[in-house]
C-alpha cells in the first residue's frame, strides 16, 4: 500500500526556519526576529489579562471590535478591514483565493519567505524577480509579470534588506500591471518608517480595486506572540477572503490586547521615537568598525561579512551566540554573507557593538 501523496507543490517547499535561541534565560539578547526593543503596552497586557478570563467562551468570530478600532485608528472602512492569526494568515488566504496551478506570483528576490511558501501551498509557481542595491526594482518585477501573473507580493520596507519603494515607486509599479493582477503590499514595519515619501499603501487601496494593504501587531506593537495580523482592501476583494478565512481565527484576549495597544499612542510613538535613534546610531557604530551595513528604514538591519575567511556570516553568528547574543542568519533569502540584528534597548546594543569589535579584533 502507498501512503497519501501531498500536492507537487507542497514537497517543493522549505519549512520556515526561525533563529536558533539556545539557553541562557534572561541574561540572552535576542535581537534576531525584528521584536520591539520594548515590550508590549502595559495597557495591551492589561488588556489581554482580563480578557483571558473568557476562555470558555469563542471569540468573535470575524474580530468585529479590532476590526472598527483599526478602522477608527487609522481613518479606514471596518468592513474592508480583516483580521487573522498574524499578516502570514493573510498571506495565506490571498494565495489560496486568487492563485493556483498553472498560475504564477512575482515578488522580489530577496522577499519574505511566506511569499513562495504560500505560492506553492495552492499549487502555484513563485517568480523571484532581480532587485538592484538590495532594493525591489519596479522594472524588474513588471519584467517578470506574464499572462500567468495572478498576484504580486511587495513587502516595503522589505525584510531583510530594510529597504522600501517610495509612493511615486509603488504608483508605477501599480499603472503597469494589469487589472486582473493583484498587488499586495506588505506594510509590516510602516509604522517604523519615518521617510518623508513613504506611504504605507492606504492610499492606492482607497484609488484602485486591485490592491490590498496587509500589516502586523508583532512588530512595533510587540504583540508577536498574540498573532495579530490585518488587511485593508477593496470590498469585494475582503468578501471573498473572509469565505475562506477560518472562523474565530483572532482569540478574545488578542482581539482586547490589540485595541488596547492602538489606544495607547503614547508607547507606540516612544517605540518609534527609540528606532529612530538608535537605528542611525547602530548603523554608524558598525561601519566605523569597518563593516558594511545596508541602509535600513525598518528596525533591523543587515551587516555584510566577509565570505571564505574565517570571519565570514557563519563565523560572525556563531561569535556572537556564544556571548549571548542571538542574531539571525539571512542566507535563506538568498543573502548568505549577510547577518540580520534588530534594534534593541540602547544597553542591549552597546553589548552588541563591543562584541562585535571584538569580533573583528580578533586573529
Known amino acids: 500500500m502507498s501512503p497519501p501523496k501531498a500536492r507537487p507543490g507542497v ?29 508590549p503596552s502595559w495597557r495591551a497586557m492589561e488588556a489581554y489579562s482580563g480578557a483571558s478570563e473568557g476562555t470558555h467562551r469563542y471569540p468573535e468570530i470575524d474580530a468585529r471590535s479590532l476590526r472598527q478600532a483599526l478602522a477608527e485608528h487609522h481613518g479606514l472602512d471596518a468592513e474592508r478591514i480583516i483580521c487573522g492569526c498574524g499578516s ?13 496551478p498553472g498560475d504564477e ?48 507580493f511587495l513587502a516595503n520596507p ?10 511615486d515607486e509603488l504608483r508605477r509599479l501599480h499603472e503597469g500591471l494589469r487589472e486582473e493582477v493583484l498587488l499586495v503590499l506588505d506594510a509590516a514595519y510602516a509604522e517604523y518608517v519615518t521617510a518623508q515619501d513613504y506611504e504605507p499603501g492606504m492610499a492606492l487601496v482607497h484609488d484602485s480595486s486591485n490592491v490590498v494593504m496587509t500589516r502586523t501587531f508583532s512588530k512595533i506593537y510587540a504583540l508577536a506572540s498574540l498573532r495579530i495580523g490585518w488587511a485593508y482592501g477593496p470590498a469585494e476583494i475582503i468578501e471573498i477572503l473572509d469565505r475562506v478565512r477560518p472562523p474565530f481565527n483572532v482569540s478574545s484576549p488578542a482581539i482586547a490586547a490589540g485595541i488596547a495597544a492602538l489606544a495607547d499612542v503614547e508607547h507606540t510613538n516612544r517605540a518609534r521615537e527609540h528606532n529612530a535613534e538608535l537605528l542611525p546610531w547602530f548603523t554608524s557604530q558598525l561601519e ?3 563593516l558594511e551595513v545596508n541602509p535600513s528604514v525598518g528596525n533591523f538591519v543587515i551587516t555584510r561579512f566577509s565570505p571564505g575567511v574565517d570571519k565570514d556570516a557563519e563565523a560572525a553568528y556563531r561569535f556572537l551566540f556564544e556571548r549571548g547574543i542571538v542574531t539571525r ?6 543573502l548568505p554573507d549577510w547577518v540580520r ?23
Open 88 to 100: 502570514d494568515q493573510i498571506i495565506d488566504l490571498l494565495a489560496l483565493a486568487y492563485a493556483g
Open 329 to 334: 542568519r539571512v542566507a535563506g533569502y538568498g
Open 341 to 363: 540584528m534588530s534594534i534593541g534597548t540602547r544597553e542591549e546594543m552597546e553589548d552588541v557593538v563591543a562584541a562585535l569589535q571584538e569580533f573583528v579584533g580578533s586573529s
Open 11 to 39: 514537497l517543493q517547499i522549505t519549512p520556515y526556519a526561525g533563529s536558533e535561541v539556545g539557553s541562557g534565560g534572561e541574561d540572552r539578547i535576542v535581537i534576531s526576529s525584528n521584536e520591539s526593543a520594548f515590550g
Open 158 to 167: 522589505n525584510n531583510p534588506t530594510g529597504t522600501y519603494l517610495g509612493r
Open 105 to 152: 506570483t512575482v515578488y522580489s528576490e530577496h522577499g519574505f519567505t511566506m511569499y513562495p511558501i504560500a505560492t506553492l501551498s495552492v499549487g502555484a509557481t513563485p517568480v523571484a524577480a532581480p532587485e538592484t542595491n538590495l532594493t525591489a526594482d519596479v522594472d524588474a518585477i513588471l519584467g517578470c509579470v506574464s499572462e500567468r501573473t495572478r498576484i504580486v
Open 288 to 290: 566605523a568598525l569597518g
